[in-house]
């Protein structure tokens, strides 16, 4: 809980290490370092009848990534790029319900941007089986919403629990495939328009904080509900 204004930034790095083996292939992906932002203000605008403040976050919590450089059997070489991130932008207020609990709650906007290159293979019509180098990028609007609760157990001890809903995303933008060499026509090109939806998990969290005289210590339980989001990537294309 604040008594004035409170800014809070910190960034997190996130590394991976990833392989992937197939026939062909036993590649490890390209190695990055991704930073993970967060930014926050809040202040308390009111005392009674019951303390309030109110917030602005943004927050990238969510994301995929990976670049590799593998062997495809019909074009050789090529690079196999996933990435998309997904950023939220949330107002949130919260109240202070008196005996060390406060509640509050946010809801606001979000925002993701993908891109995708790599072969693919047709799946349906008249070119089902056809390989071909494929690119998207997409970006798009949904909305998010999280809750909470936090309960001031001493002066030393604060406990707290949070709820993230699941936040659903519609995309849109160009997809492109090229078909050189493989597809028998003068221009083996051609471009879409491409959508896109997916839904990004829900996620719970408990945690607490103990406050010592020369440090604080705190520890997060997190949950995301990965079972009930996506576990593949359907676009449907036009033109």
Same mark, same amino acid.
């Given at each position: 809980?604040?008594?004035?204004?409170?800014?809070?930034?910190?960034?997190?790095?996130?590394?991976?290490?990833?392989?992937?083996?197939?026939?062909?292939?036993?590649?490890?992906?390209?190695?990055?370092?991704?930073?993970?932002?967060?930014?926050?203000?809040?202040?308390?605008?009111?005392?009674?009848?019951?303390?309030?403040?109110?917030?602005?976050?943004?927050?990238?919590?969510?994301?995929?990534?990976?670049?590799?450089?593998?062997?495809?059997?019909?074009?050789?070489?090529?690079?196999?790029?996933?990435?998309?991130?997904?950023?939220?932008?949330?107002? @949130?207020?919260?109240? !202070? =319900?008196?005996?060390?609990? $406060? /509640?509050? *709650?946010?809801?606001?906007?979000? #925002?993701?941007? &993908?891109?995708?290159?790599?072969?693919?293979?047709?799946?349906?019509?008249?070119?089902?089986?056809?390989?071909?180098?494929?690119?998207?990028?997409?970006?798009?609007?949904?909305?998010?919403?999280?809750?909470?609760?936090?309960?001031?157990?001493?002066?030393?001890?604060?406990?707290?629990?949070?709820?993230?809903? @699941?936040?659903?995303? !519609? =995309?849109?933008?160009?997809? $492109? /495939?090229? *078909?050189?060499?493989?597809?028998? #026509?003068?221009? &083996?090109?051609?471009?879409?328009?491409?959508?896109?939806?997916?839904?990004?998990?829900?996620?719970?969290?408990?945690?607490?904080?103990?406050?010592?005289?020369?440090?604080?210590?705190?520890?997060?339980?997190?949950?995301?509900?990965?079972?009930?989001?996506?576990?593949?990537?359907?676009?449907?294309?036009?033109?």
């Amino acid at each position: 809980w604040t008594d004035g204004l409170r800014i809070d930034v910190s960034v997190d790095l996130l590394h991976t290490d990833l392989n992937y083996r197939d026939p062909q292939n036993d590649v490890d992906a390209k190695s990055t370092l991704q930073p993970l932002p967060t930014a926050a203000i809040a202040m308390r605008v009111a005392d009674a009848p019951r303390p309030i403040a109110v917030g602005l976050g943004l927050f990238l919590p969510a994301g995929f990534g990976a670049e590799w450089e593998m062997t495809h059997p019909v074009y050789g070489t090529q690079t196999y790029l996933s990435q998309a991130a997904l950023f939220k932008l949330l107002p @949130a207020v919260s109240i !202070d =319900l008196g005996a060390g609990i $406060s /509640v509050g *709650g946010a809801i606001g906007p979000a #925002f993701e941007t &993908a891109e995708i290159e790599a072969p693919l293979t047709f799946q349906t019509g008249a070119l089902a089986g056809t390989p071909v180098l494929a690119d998207t990028q997409l970006d798009g609007f949904g909305y998010a919403w999280n809750v909470g609760i936090q309960w001031k157990a001493t002066e030393r001890l604060t406990l707290g629990a949070a709820f993230i809903g @699941a936040t659903a995303m !519609d =995309l849109d933008g160009h997809f $492109s /495939v090229d *078909g050189t060499g493989v597809i028998p #026509f003068p221009d &083996a090109t051609a471009n879409y328009d491409a959508e896109l939806r997916n839904t990004w998990p829900m996620s719970a969290g408990l945690g607490g904080t103990y406050r010592f005289d020369v440090a604080t210590v705190s520890l997060d339980f997190l949950w995301f509900g990965w079972s009930s989001a996506f576990d593949g990537l359907t676009f449907n294309l036009q033109n």
